[in-house]
């Protein structure tokens, strides 16, 4: 089992940044992949960025690639996503979200762990 809890939300200007961390307890595999995924008011949610946690791959949405970057501390089991350049279409509840997997899945049924979300509010 394990435990995702979010943090680092909030109001920003656009064109501001934001830097969200992702806390897990539990052990988290080689297998396992951290996803982050964001949901605006009455909108779907859809995947933001994901990487693995053994080699460091990582994969964007286009709608944040040269804007938002992910890593991870294995040793300190966080993951953080770093979001620059934000726009006011960037507000979202954004999720954390662990799975195993080998590739990096952009879909929210791959992952079996999720976060409460943290709010980031980008106004104009």
């Known amino acids: 089992q394990v435990q995702l809890d979010e943090s680092g939300g909030g109001l920003v200007q656009a064109g501001g940044s934001l830097r969200l961390s992702c806390s897990a307890s539990?052990?988290?595999?080689?297998?396992?992949?951290m996803g982050w995924f964001r949901q605006a008011p009455g909108k779907e949610r859809e995947f933001v960025a994901g990487?693995?946690?053994?080699?460091?791959?990582?994969e964007f949405a286009d709608s944040v690639k040269g804007r938002f970057t992910i890593s991870r501390d294995s040793a300190k089991n966080t993951g953080h996503l770093q979001m620059n350049s934000l726009n006011p279409e960037d507000t979202a509840v954004y999720y954390c979200?662990?799975?195993?997997?080998?590739?990096?899945?952009?879909?929210?049924?791959?992952?079996?762990?999720w976060g409460q979300g943290t709010q980031v509010t980008v106004s104009s």
């Open positions: 979200a662990v799975g195993r997997s080998i590739v990096i899945p952009t879909g929210q049924s791959d992952y079996a762990f």
């Open positions: 539990g052990r988290l595999f080689s297998s396992y992949v």
């Open positions: 990487i693995s946690w053994s080699v460091g791959w990582t």
